[in-house]
Every structure is written in C-alpha cells, then in structure tokens.
C-alpha cells in the first residue's frame, strides 16, 4: 500500500467552501501542516480538488520515522517515543511503527491520542514559487518521490535549532 505526505502549502483566502472543506476533512487547516494519507480513489480525488493548495508525494519508512520522531505529538502536545509506542502497540520503536505504516499493516492515526497532522516549519530556502506547479519550477501539485526532499528541508530547521541548544 503507498502512502502520501500531503503538506499544504498556502493559505485560501477567497476560495470555494467545498475547497476550504475539502483542506478542512484533510486537517490541513494552515500552511506548512502535513498529513499521511493512503493511495485510494476518494483521497486522490480530495488532492486532484485542492491541488491549487497544497503538494504531494509518496513517502517512505525513513521520512515518516523521522517526522514522528521530530514531530509528532500527543494529546498534550508531547512528543512521541519509543516508550509510547512500545506501551500503546505492538511495535518496539517508532522506525518499526512507521514501517509497519508503509506497509499497510498499522493506520497512524490508530495510535492512541496521537495528533493527526505534523506541523513543519516552512523549509529551508523557502518554495520556489507558490503560484506554480512543480513540473514549471513552482511548489504545488504531484511531486512522487521529491517530497521527501522538501519534508527534510522543513526538519532541518529542528535539527538545527536542536544542535544550538547542545551547545
């Protein structure tokens, strides 16, 4: 089973409602905010809808293990860790939960009190350009395997910020 990241990119100012509802049923309720969603026929619709907003791409065990390690949060704003997972699934570690998510065998969003989003930061460098689509240069719509390019330049800005404080 493929798995996309969907991070929106801009806001929606004057917009169709069923655009904000569809961004809305996502939980991409602000720029930067990134989702895990399945490859099935009702979420490539949802994304062909909000296209104009947001950009997407296939991510794999690597990437998602790293953004639930930086960024993802309970209830309570806390952090996830392998503690948590091991208490709350049949998982030793968050690298095998996010496997076991790639693989189709354990929903996300099925762990205990997890928040559904992460919330990066803009990434490092900034988009190209907000108003264009990624085969001419821009930041929106399909981009397969790059995604996880752009979801390493938004964590890059917690591994700094992390090396700062260990100094």
């Not at 503690?83 to 065998?105: D, F, H, P, W």
């Not at 085969?135 to 996880?148: F, H």
Request: charged content about 30%.
């Amino acid at each position: 089973m493929m798995l996309y990241a969907v991070i929106r990119v801009k806001g929606v100012g004057k917009t169709k409602g069923d655009i904000k509802d569809t961004l809305r049923l996502l939980h991409l309720t602000r720029a930067n905010h990134c989702v895990i969603v399945p490859d099935t026929p009702s979420y490539r619709g949802m994304l062909q809808m909000v296209k104009d907003y947001v950009t997407w791409g296939e991510i794999g065990a690597e990437t998602l293990a790293k953004m639930i390690l930086i960024k993802g949060r309970i209830e309570g704003n806390r952090k996830i860790t392998d503690e948590y997972v091991r208490a709350n699934t049949k998982y030793q570690s968050i690298y095998a939960l996010a496997q076991a998510v790639i693989n189709g065998e354990f929903r996300y969003n099925e762990l205990r009190a997890v928040k559904p989003l992460f919330r990066l930061n803009p990434p490092v460098g900034g988009y190209r350009s907000v108003k264009r689509v990624v085969k001419d240069g821009g930041a929106l719509g399909y981009r397969g395997k790059e995604i996880e390019k752009l979801i390493e330049k938004m964590l890059a800005v917690d591994v700094q910020k992390k090396g700062k404080k260990e100094e």
